[in-house]
Structures are given as structure tokens and as C-alpha cells.
């Protein structure tokens, strides 16, 4: 078991998680959220369907840095 609780005097937020991520929400057929870093390249998407009936979720991971 992993203990995730940060150490008292540990910093909450390193310097390296305090870059800059874009969500941009889109509502239509399919209703999806796309999250950019701050070079526009996508780090990572979520897609909801439902097709006759059948739900869907779709993970789109890339590799980002």
C-alpha cells in the first residue's frame, strides 16, 4: 500500500506541476473534454457516446512530457 499524504513542511505543489493545461468541453452528438498543455499538444481526451442504446467511453491518451 502506497501512503500518498504529503510530509509536514513538504510543498503542496512542486514547480514541475505548475504548468499550464487547456479543457475545452464540447457538447453536440457526443459530448467530449480535450486537455492541451501549454503548447496546444493534447494530453489527453474523454469521449462519452451513446449508439443505439449502448454507452461508450473513449480514453485517448498521448504521450506528453
Do not use: F, K
Not at 2 to 27: K, N
Not at 35 to 41: E, N, S
Amino acid at each position: 500500500m502506497t501512503d500518498w499524504r504529503i510530509p509536514e513542511g513538504e510543498p503542496v505543489c512542486h514547480e514541475a506541476d505548475s504548468r499550464i493545461y487547456t479543457a475545452t468541453y464540447h457538447l453536440d452528438n457526443q459530448t467530449s473534454i480535450e486537455v492541451a498543455d501549454d503548447t496546444g499538444q493534447l494530453c489527453l481526451g474523454v469521449l462519452l457516446e451513446i449508439n443505439h442504446g449502448v454507452p461508450a467511453l473513449h480514453l485517448n491518451v498521448s504521450g506528453g512530457g
